[in-house]
Nanobody
Framework: QAQLVESGGGLVQAGGSLRLSCAAS????????MGWFRQAPGKEREFVAA????????YYTDSVKGRFTVARDNAKNTMFLQMNSLKPEDTAVYHC???????????????WGQGTQVTVSS
């Protein structure tokens, strides 16, 4: 089974940018659809973005459309989340996930990373 490790989180001022990475090991990365989810303190985990196995199809939650971009490099077994124009409400632990089906629902993913903290100050 694949293992996922996120990196790239940190503290940034509102309006700034961060680029998250999700490195996969184990089974063939290109067999999996991938997603990003986030969880803020006291809130439920929510969908952020997803990308199909080939990278040809992407999905975003409305609150990040136009600001975040999800991409993947199957040759390097890595997925990325470029986050621009960050807002304080983007503060959360960001998790990457892998699944055979993919999409916007967390139940579609069966492998999860430990998460990376993103904090946006106002």
């Amino acid at each position: 089974q694949a293992q996922l490790v996120e990196s790239g989180g940190g503290l940034v001022q509102a309006g700034g940018s961060l680029r998250l990475s999700c490195a996969a090991s184990g089974r063939t990365f290109s067999n999996y659809a991938m997603g990003w989810f986030r969880q803020a303190p006291g809130k439920e985990r929510e969908f952020v973005a997803a990308i199909s196995r080939s990278g040809g199809t992407t999905y975003y939650t409305d609150s990040v459309k136009g600001r975040f971009t999800v991409a993947r490099d199957n040759a390097k077994n890595t997925m990325f989340l470029q986050m621009n124009s960050l807002k304080p409400e983007d503060t959360a632990v960001y998790h990457c996930a892998a699944g055979l089906v993919g999409g916007t629902g967390s139940e579609r993913y069966h492998v999860w990373g430990q998460g990376t903290q993103v904090t946006v100050s106002s």
